[in-house]
């Protein structure tokens, strides 16, 4: 119950590359949550993420609506953050200049993440309340050593999913007694994009840029290659594509049609022997990336905290515990 003894209703939009969650809080009990999934070639229909906004809408009303949820007197409206300008990470005001932002990608970042302010603008101007952005993809606490590259005027910038990040990390060192402040954790959120980040006493100092398709390749983003093999397979007329396969087209989509995780995992468990090694090969990539971070910790580390989607596959724990 919040301090003023006041029952506050909160409605909190996620739009993820592969899905849309929705949830209806009173103070801190949850009372309704969906999670409803989008396979990329459903997606491909649109030519930008902006253009889905749409499409993402009717989800939203079809949960309303088949839930009986009258948001006539809700009181918060939260929205995902996207590639809006770099943040620390914390709870911020949406206005119109963060819309606006977002919706222009300024931090960088291309991502349906950036629908959720447009989404919680939307229904804000319908029935009224308040609009908040928590934790943006774009959070940026990195050290300075991690944002050098090796072209002078480029630097590495940050895309990861910091909200499930930073909300992890605090619940876990929470349940161990201590600080967030206090702890090192490797932090993985492994799903239809993964992170992998380095959290060192209450900063994320390091960690793949998942939205710009850094890192291990995953069911929807073809991770990190090689320049001069980008080079050598891609023309300059293949540049719309190129980005599509970072964030949206790439990794099991590329191999298998679908970034549908399910199809493909029973592919794995039916023997089928490509599947079996495209699987196996983006769970290696996880974990040499887990190992790149405990090195940018010095080894000290409290905790490897695993979160996300792909999880409910056992493999994929068993696989990282055994490295």
Not at 44 to 64: E, H, S
Not at 205 to 217: K, Q, S, T
Not at 276 to 286: D, E, G, S
Request: charged share 20%.
């Amino acid at each position: 119950m919040a301090k003023d003894n006041k029952t506050y209703q909160i409605f909190i939009i996620n739009p993820g590359s592969t899905s849309t969650k929705l949830s209806l809080f009173e103070n801190e009990n949850n009372l309704f949550t969906t999670d409803v999934f989008h396979d990329s070639s459903e997606l491909k229909q649109f030519p930008t993420i902006n253009d889905q906004l749409g499409y993402r809408m009717d989800v939203v009303k079809k949960f309303l609506a088949d839930n009986q949820i009258d948001l006539s007197n809700i009181d918060a409206i939260v929205g995902r953050g996207g590639g809006c300008c770099p943040v620390p990470s914390g709870i911020y005001r949406i206005d119109k200049r963060l819309i606006e932002d977002t919706k222009a990608a300024r931090g960088g970042v291309r991502h349906a993440s950036m629908l959720g302010v447009q989404m919680a603008d939307i229904l804000c101007q319908h029935y009224g309340g308040q609009m908040f952005m928590i934790d943006p993809p774009v959070v940026d606490e990195l050290w300075d050593l991690a944002r050098i590259t090796g072209v002078d005027g480029i630097y590495r910038t940050t895309g990861s999913h910091a909200l499930n990040l930073k909300a992890t990390a605090r619940r876990h060192a929470s349940l161990i007694g201590k600080k967030y402040e206090e702890c090192n954790f490797i932090a993985c959120h492994i799903d239809g994009g993964i992170s992998i980040t380095a959290h060192h006493k209450g900063r994320m100092v390091d960690g793949n840029n998942a939205g710009g398709g850094e890192g291990p390749f995953t069911p929807t983003r073809m991770g990190s290659m090689a320049v001069t093999d980008l080079l050598y397979h891609f023309k300059p007329e293949d540049l719309g594509r190129l980005k599509s396969l970072c964030s949206q087209t790439g990794g099991l989509s590329s191999y298998f049609g679908t970034s549908n995780s399910d199809t493909v995992h029973k592919m794995v468990e039916n023997g089928d022997p490509k599947a079996t090694l495209i699987w196996n090969a983006m769970v290696y990539q996880i974990i040499k990336w887990i190992g790149s971070m405990a090195t940018v910790l010095k080894g000290q580390v409290d905790g490897i905290l695993l979160t996300g989607g792909l999880l409910r596959f056992s493999d994929v724990e068993n696989q990282i515990r055994e490295s």
